[in-house]
């Protein structure tokens, strides 16, 4: 099984920046594909972001593209998401996911814990 520890996230003015960070450990990931999902009141769960591990492919959903940037660091099993221009909807509980990247869906993957993120205006 893969775990996932997520840390940063916290509370930020609107315009500001932000760095999430996910720390996977219990395999290696060259075949995983990693995102960020997040889940405000009132609204889906949604996929911000996506990158596979081997290829370094990354996919965003429009609300954040520009603004934020998924990266991953293979050495340290790490994959961050740097979130830029921040604004009031983009405050969520955001989660770390990880997937099989062939023929998976991210509901069958690892999540970590949550965190929290509020982007005051």
């Known amino acids: 099984q893969v775990q996932l520890i997520q840390s940063g996230g916290g509370l930020v003015q609107a315009g500001g920046s932000l760095r999430l960070s996910c720390e996977a450990s219990?395999?290696?990931?060259?075949?995983?594909?990693m995102g960020w999902f997040r889940q405000a009141p009132g609204k889906e769960r949604e996929l911000v972001a996506s990158?596979?591990?081997?290829?370094?492919?990354?996919i965003y959903d429009q609300s954040v593209k520009g603004r934020f940037t998924i990266s991953k660091d293979n050495a340290k099993s790490t994959v961050n998401l740097q979130m830029n221009r921040l604004k009031p909807d983009d405050t969520a509980v955001y989660y770390c996911?990880?997937?099989?990247?062939?023929?998976?869906?991210?509901?069958?993957?690892?999540w970590g814990q949550g965190t929290q993120v509020t982007v005051s205006s």
């Open positions: 219990g395999s290696t990931f060259s075949g995983y594909a």
């Open positions: 990158i596979t591990w081997r290829s370094g492919n990354t």
């Open positions: 996911v990880a997937r099989s990247a062939v023929n998976s869906r991210w509901e069958a993957g690892s």
